[in-house]
C-alpha cells in the first residue's frame, strides 16, 4: 500500500514538472513578442502567482488556511519601500532581505500564539483574518511614514549590479521582469524539491491524519511552524518586488479582497499543486483586468461564479485537469 502511495505521489510530481516546464518557457519568451505594457502586467501577475503558490503551501500542503494572507504581501511591499526610501539604491539587498524577514518575523509571532497555542480550524483563520485588518489600518493611520491612503509614490526603483531598474523605461522593465521570472522559477523549483522531501511527506500527514501523526512522535506544531513562517517570507518577497514594478503602494495591499483573491487563485488552480496556482492567478488576473475594463461592476461576480464552476466540477481545479489529460496520453 506504501508504495502505491508513493508511486501516486510520484506520477502527480511528474505532472507537475510536466505542466511546469512548458508554462515557464511561455513566461520566459513572451517579452519577445509582447509590448511594454503585457510585459508589466505579466510581471505583475507572475508575482501574484508566486503569492499564490506561498498560500497553497500552506493550505494545499499544510492544511491551514489563512483568511488574511494579504498581511504579508502587503507587509513585504512597505517594507522594501520604507527602506529604500531612507536608504536610496545602496539599500536594495537590505529592502529584499527586510520584505522577507518581517514577514518572517510577523508569522514567527502568529504561530507561537496561534499554532503552539493550538488555534485551529475556523478559528486560526478568523484571527489571521483579523490580523490584516489591524495592518490596512495601520498602514491608513500612520500617515507620516505610510502615506495613508494616499499610498507611497513613488517608489524608489532596486538596483541590479550598479544598474537603476527603472520599470518605466524598457530597458530596466526588461531586466526587471526576467529577474522576476527567475525568483518565480527559483520559487517553484525550491518548493518542488519540499514537496518530495521528508519534510514534504511530513506536511501531508499532518494534514491528512494530525492525530496518528503526532502518535508516531512528530511534533505537529514545529511542523505547521516552519511552513507558515515559510509562506510568510515568500509572501512578502512577491509583495517587496511589486513596489518597484508598479511605482506606487497602498493600504488595499492589505485588503479583503487581495485575501480572497488568492485564496479564489488558488482554489481555481489547484491546490497540493504549486503550478496551478501559480497558473491560476496569471490566468484569472488577465481575465479580471479584461472584465474590469468591459464590465466595471460585475467583474468579481463572473469570478467567483467561475469559481463554483471549478469547485462542483472540476474540483481538482485546472491543475488536475491537466495533469489528468497527460497521464491519459
Known amino acids: 500500500m506504501g508504495t502505491n502511495l508513493s508511486t501516486k505521489k510520484g ?22 513578442f509582447a509590448g511594454s505594457y503585457h510585459t508589466r502586467i505579466l510581471a505583475k501577475f507572475i508575482l501574484f502567482g508566486i503569492f499564490a503558490m506561498s498560500l497553497d503551501l500552506i493550505w494545499g500542503y499544510g492544511g491551514i488556511l489563512s483568511f488574511g494572507h494579504a498581511a504579508y ?25 527586510g520584505s522577507i524577514f518581517f514577514p518572517v518575523l510577523v508569522g514567527l509571532f502568529m504561530s507561537f500564539f496561534l499554532i503552539y497555542g493550538k488555534v485551529s480550524g475556523v478559528y486560526f ?3 489571521t483574518l483579523v490580523v490584516t485588518l489591524i495592518m490596512e489600518q495601520l ?19 532596486l538596483t541590479f549590479i550598479r544598474y537603476q531598474l527603472d520599470a518605466d523605461t524598457y530597458t530596466g522593465l526588461m531586466i526587471y521582469f526576467y529577474i522576476i521570472a527567475v525568483v518565480a522559477l527559483v520559487v517553484f523549483f525550491l518548493l518542488y524539491l519540499l514537496s518530495r522531501s521528508r519534510y514534504g511527506l511530513i506536511l501531508q500527514a499532518v494534514k491528512n491524519d494530525p492525530q496518528r501523526t503526532q502518535f508516531m512522535g512528530i511534533n505537529i506544531a514545529t511542523a505547521k511552524s516552519i511552513v507558515f513562517t515559510l509562506s510568510c517570507g515568500i509572501a512578502g518577497l512577491a509583495g517587496g ?18 485575501s480572497t483573491q488568492v485564496m479564489i487563485w488558488v482554489a481555481v488552480g489547484g491546490r ?10 496569471i490566468v484569472l488576473g488577465y481575465l479580471q483586468a479584461f472584465l474590469s475594463g468591459i464590465i466595471v461592476e460585475a467583474w468579481f461576480l463572473i469570478i467567483g461564479v467561475i469559481l463554483v464552476v471549478v ?4 474540483p481538482d481545479g485546472l491543475a488536475g485537469v491537466l495533469m489528468r489529460r497527460k497521464g491519459k496520453s
Open 311 to 314: 469547485v462542483l466540477f472540476w
Open 73 to 97: 504581501f502587503g507587509l513585504g511591499a512597505y517594507a522594501v519601500t520604507l527602506i529604500l526610501s531612507h536608504t536610496g539604491f545602496a539599500g536594495t539587498l537590505l529592502a529584499i532581505l
Open 139 to 157: 498602514a491608513v493611520a500612520w500617515y507620516p511614514v505610510t502615506g495613508g491612503l494616499d499610498g507611497f509614490f513613488p517608489v524608489p526603483p
Open 11 to 32: 506520477r502527480k510530481l511528474e505532472g507537475e514538472l510536466l505542466i511546469a516546464i512548458p508554462v515557464f518557457v511561455i513566461l520566459f519568451t513572451a517579452p519577445l
Open 241 to 258: 518586488l511589486l513596489g518597484p514594478l508598479e511605482d506606487f503602494i497602498s493600504p488595499d495591499l492589505f485588503s479583503l479582497l487581495l
Open 125 to 127: 483563520s478568523i484571527i
Open 272 to 281: 497540493n499543486t504549486l503550478i496551478g496556482p501559480f497558473m491560476g492567478a
